[in-house]
């Protein structure tokens, strides 16, 4: 059996604040969930800026997280997302990168 007397504790990697900014014309109620949040339904709400622009902050540690957008209950795509993967649903998932 191995000693774990010295073995060196896991360090989490170190999160930051990534600005999360959509432009949606009409919208009511913009949401952004993901595997940051296990896919909740409710997850992040964006808050407004009274000029299409919505918007939120994650605080994510370096690593690919897929997400989509809910917007006015429906999902959605980020229209700003350069990476995408398909999924389960037969449409896409887009991909956050952080460095």
Excluded at 28 to 43: C, E, L, M, S
Excluded at 53 to 63: C, E, F, I, V
């Amino acid at each position: 059996m191995k000693s774990v007397k010295n073995a060196r504790p896991s360090r989490k990697a170190a999160t930051r604040w990534i600005p999360i900014e959509v432009k949606l014309s009409g919208a009511r109620d913009v949401v952004i969930t993901g595997d940051f949040v296990q896919w909740a339904p409710q997850g992040v709400p964006l808050s407004y800026d009274g000029a299409e622009t919505w918007r939120t902050a994650l605080d994510l540690a370096p690593g690919e997280y897929q997400y989509r957008l809910i917007v006015d209950g429906a999902w959605a795509d980020d229209p700003k997302a350069t990476k995408r993967v398909p999924n389960e649903h037969g449409s896409e998932n887009c991909v956050l990168v952080v460095l």
